[in-house]
């Protein structure tokens, strides 16, 4: 990077607003080593540099070997330094912070009346739609201005950007001549930032033409798809904690499909259901999905039907369609309401429209956000989404020591299986998996909290998902078998090999659950018979010939089913001139039913396959 210039001082810049922070400090108190008549010194700083009295956070620091809870002061805390600098500008190099800070100062109105008037105990509040309008913007800012999107786009050159975007983003860069991925970031956030949001919605066209098309469609979606709704702990001694990621977390269903090409999950479709953005620890901003039942307007069977299908639709885009759902499908919180509709039998009916016609939003309409109080269970369940996409933060802020303590001995202690297809706190066989070195952390917390709790957790291959994908797909497919799994159940699980004749031990056939994980085992196969090809090219063909006979015998002692399975996909690269597709997940595209040769192991016959 650029060094400063001369006159440019360095400035810290918050990435979660001061007045956030503020919600959650308590009054430094230094340890008593001074007589208590000692009032002019009292007001000293002490050693650590902090007054008595002065506002201070409770945080868990994570970024060193060990965890530990400190104190750390609001103006040092969820920021970084020159975070929004553009060191290329000429002049104002600090001007992306000061517009930010503006709407922080705006959007600090808004949740401040929120906040006294939810102390006040008021069971609801009013705001207007403008407030609500600028409400979301800074709600999607505040995900897109995280150290999430600064590691994605913080690079001086168009070399170091390697998201799956990448030739969009590369395209884009060209045709409006920017140099830097971070130029592109910083021009979409100003963009945001100056964008009106008018009632008639043409900022969305706006949007579209004034910042990356990827991103901007990402911000119509997050302000236009889900609903706001404030939500507090019914408990008297429950609190939200603040992780250093918390604006950028959101509940929804994550497809990670394994790639056999390179042995890894890679990053797939997701879903957010809800997003979170904490206030304090007694209240929480969630964005609903609007794909999500809503008893009110389901009672619209038109409506209803299309919420059906849109969530299917969704759903198709994931490896476990089947299977995808909301954890907080149950979550108790419905639509603001407002000064244009009113409830007719339970359904919203306009009040200025009585011939059905669509209505024009205007910008004095009002909205009602009750506050809905959730139950522990609740409560514990949005803390533990949140720890567990932590694992690589370095700091989490809470209020109160005893409110920590037990949603961490919660998170900890909680079962890894929470549903038929979501696991939590899985960690990798990998020396030091990010996600088992953080819940060792955590452990260190709670005890320096006074608690002794460990964590419970599952160690999951590859090969584990692949497994439980499979029991999942069992339990739908058709009672029927096609006739190729007919073939594929016959096989069973060990082939001796004597000479050239191959007899199959049916001791275990296969079955669905098995399928993905022989699938993947196959598919490994392929892979390493090509890459040996590769390696001994140039090596006389009667050595090529041995290494090939000796890999032969080797897959030869595998599982009947899994060879059977290699030996459609080598057929199915010779036939078409690729090599298939064995992402799982992807169109099954090594599973047509090409019957031949190779099927002749079913009978425990004896096919050539030193010739494949």
């Given at each position: 990077?650029?060094?400063?210039s001369?006159?440019?001082k360095?400035?810290?810049h918050?990435?979660?607003?001061?007045?956030?922070l503020?919600n959650?400090?308590?009054?430094?108190?230094p340890?008593s080593?001074?007589?208590?008549?000692a009032?002019?010194?009292?007001?000293?700083?002490?050693?650590?540099?902090?007054y008595p009295?002065e506002p201070m956070?409770?945080?868990i620091?994570?970024?060193?070997?060990?965890?530990?809870?400190v104190?750390?002061p609001v103006?040092k805390?969820?920021?970084?330094t020159d975070?929004?600098?553009?060191?290329?500008a000429a002049?104002?190099?600090?001007?992306l912070e000061?517009k930010l800070?503006k709407?922080?100062?705006?959007?600090?109105?808004?949740?401040g009346?929120?906040?006294?008037?939810?102390?006040?105990?008021?069971?609801d509040?009013?705001?207007?739609?403008p407030e609500?309008?600028v409400?979301?913007?800074f709600?999607f800012?505040?995900k897109?201005r995280?150290?999430?999107?600064h590691k994605?786009f913080f690079?001086?050159s168009r070399?170091?950007?390697?998201?799956d975007?990448?030739?969009?983003?590369?395209?884009?860069?060209?045709?409006?001549?920017?140099?830097?991925?971070?130029?592109v970031?910083f021009?979409?956030?100003?963009a945001?930032?100056?964008?009106?949001m008018?009632?008639?919605?043409?900022?969305m066209?706006?949007?579209?033409n004034?910042a990356?098309?990827d991103?901007a469609?990402?911000?119509?979606?997050?302000?236009?798809?889900?609903y706001?709704?404030l939500c507090?702990?019914s408990?008297?001694?429950?609190e939200?904690?603040?992780?250093?990621n918390?604006y950028g977390?959101?509940e929804?269903?994550?497809?990670m499909?394994f790639?056999?090409d390179?042995n890894?999950l890679e990053?797939g479709?997701?879903t957010?259901?809800?997003?979170f953005?904490?206030i304090s620890?007694?209240?929480?901003?969630?964005?609903?999905s609007?794909?999500l039942p809503?008893?009110?307007e389901?009672?619209?069977?038109?409506i209803r039907?299309?919420?059906c299908?849109?969530?299917e639709l969704?759903?198709?885009?994931?490896t476990d369609?089947?299977?995808?759902?909301?954890?907080?499908?149950d979550?108790p919180?419905?639509?603001?309401r407002?000064s244009?509709t009113?409830?007719?039998?339970g359904?919203?009916?306009s009040?200025?429209k009585e011939d059905?016609?669509?209505?024009?939003?205007?910008s004095?309409?009002?909205?009602?956000?009750?506050?809905f109080?959730?139950s522990?269970?609740?409560t514990?369940?949005i803390n533990?989404?949140m720890?567990e996409?932590?694992?690589?933060i370095?700091?989490?802020i809470?209020?109160?020591?005893?409110?920590a303590?037990?949603?961490?001995?919660t998170?900890l202690?909680?079962p890894c299986?929470l549903?038929?297809?979501?696991f939590f706190?899985n960690?990798g066989?990998a020396p030091?998996?990010p996600?088992?070195?953080?819940?060792?952390?955590?452990?260190q917390?709670?005890?320096?909290?006074?608690?002794n709790v460990?964590?419970i957790?599952?160690?999951?291959?590859p090969e584990d998902?692949?497994?439980?994908?499979?029991?999942?797909?069992?339990?739908?497919i058709?009672k029927?078998?096609?006739?190729y799994?007919?073939?594929?159940q016959?096989?069973?699980?060990?082939l001796?090999?004597d000479?050239?004749?191959?007899?199959?031990?049916?001791?275990e056939?296969?079955?669905?659950?098995?399928?993905f994980?022989?699938?993947d085992?196959?598919?490994?196969?392929l892979?390493?018979?090509?890459?040996?090809?590769v390696?001994?090219?140039?090596l006389r063909?009667?050595?090529?010939g041995?290494i090939?006979?000796q890999l032969?015998?080797?897959f030869c002692q595998?599982?009947?089913?899994r060879l059977w399975?290699?030996?459609k996909?080598v057929?199915?690269m010779?036939?078409k001139?690729k090599?298939p597709?064995t992402t799982v997940?992807s169109?099954l595209?090594?599973?047509?039913?090409m019957f031949?040769?190779?099927?002749?192991i079913?009978n425990?016959k004896?096919?050539q396959?030193?010739?494949w």
């Amino acid at each position: 990077m650029a060094l400063p210039s001369d006159n440019t001082k360095s400035q810290y810049h918050h990435f979660v607003p001061r007045f956030i922070l503020r919600n959650f400090v308590h009054p430094f108190k230094p340890q008593s080593d001074a007589p208590k008549d000692a009032s002019k010194r009292s007001r000293r700083k002490k050693k650590d540099g902090y007054y008595p009295g002065e506002p201070m956070l409770h945080t868990i620091n994570l970024a060193g070997n060990t965890a530990e809870v400190v104190e750390a002061p609001v103006s040092k805390t969820l920021g970084m330094t020159d975070m929004y600098r553009d060191f290329a500008a000429a002049t104002n190099q600090h001007e992306l912070e000061e517009k930010l800070s503006k709407l922080e100062c705006r959007v600090g109105e808004i949740i401040g009346n929120i906040r006294k008037a939810f102390e006040a105990g008021k069971k609801d509040i009013w705001i207007t739609r403008p407030e609500r309008d600028v409400l979301r913007k800074f709600l999607f800012i505040m995900k897109y201005r995280g150290l999430l999107f600064h590691k994605r786009f913080f690079h001086e050159s168009r070399e170091g950007y390697s998201c799956d975007d990448k030739e969009r983003l590369m395209k884009y860069m060209r045709e409006k001549g920017f140099k830097r991925p971070l130029d592109v970031w910083f021009d979409n956030i100003k963009a945001m930032l100056e964008m009106k949001m008018d009632p008639e919605r043409k900022w969305m066209d706006w949007l579209l033409n004034h910042a990356y098309p990827d991103d901007a469609n990402w911000f119509i979606a997050h302000s236009q798809m889900m609903y706001l709704a404030l939500c507090t702990p019914s408990g008297k001694n429950d609190e939200f904690l603040l992780t250093e990621n918390a604006y950028g977390i959101f509940e929804g269903p994550v497809s990670m499909p394994f790639n056999a090409d390179t042995n890894q999950l890679e990053p797939g479709p997701y879903t957010e259901f809800h997003c979170f953005s904490v206030i304090s620890p007694k209240l929480i901003m969630v964005l609903r999905s609007f794909i999500l039942p809503d008893p009110e307007e389901d009672a619209d069977e038109e409506i209803r039907t299309w919420r059906c299908k849109m969530f299917e639709l969704n759903a198709a885009q994931h490896t476990d369609p089947l299977n995808v759902n909301s954890i907080l499908r149950d979550l108790p919180i419905t639509k603001a309401r407002n000064s244009y509709t009113k409830l007719v039998n339970g359904r919203p009916v306009s009040v200025d429209k009585e011939d059905g016609s669509p209505r024009i939003p205007k910008s004095y309409d009002k909205f009602c956000f009750r506050f809905f109080p959730l139950s522990m269970q609740h409560t514990d369940m949005i803390n533990s989404i949140m720890l567990e996409q932590s694992a690589e933060i370095s700091k989490i802020i809470f209020k109160t020591p005893q409110a920590a303590r037990k949603t961490l001995e919660t998170y900890l202690q909680m079962p890894c299986e929470l549903s038929e297809n979501l696991f939590f706190k899985n960690v990798g066989p990998a020396p030091g998996d990010p996600a088992l070195v953080f819940l060792k952390k955590l452990e260190q917390v709670v005890k320096q909290l006074g608690s002794n709790v460990t964590a419970i957790y599952h160690e999951q291959m590859p090969e584990d998902m692949l497994e439980a994908f499979g029991r999942r797909v069992a339990d739908k497919i058709p009672k029927e078998p096609t006739e190729y799994m007919k073939l594929y159940q016959t096989l069973g699980d060990i082939l001796n090999c004597d000479g050239m004749k191959i007899c199959a031990y049916r001791s275990e056939g296969g079955n669905v659950e098995r399928l993905f994980k022989d699938m993947d085992q196959a598919a490994k196969m392929l892979n390493m018979r090509i890459k040996i090809d590769v390696w001994s090219n140039g090596l006389r063909e009667d050595i090529r010939g041995e290494i090939r006979e000796q890999l032969r015998i080797i897959f030869c002692q595998l599982p009947a089913r899994r060879l059977w399975i290699y030996l459609k996909q080598v057929k199915y690269m010779l036939l078409k001139g690729k090599k298939p597709d064995t992402t799982v997940g992807s169109e099954l595209n090594a599973l047509i039913p090409m019957f031949g040769e190779e099927d002749t192991i079913v009978n425990g016959k004896c096919a050539q396959l030193a010739t494949w």
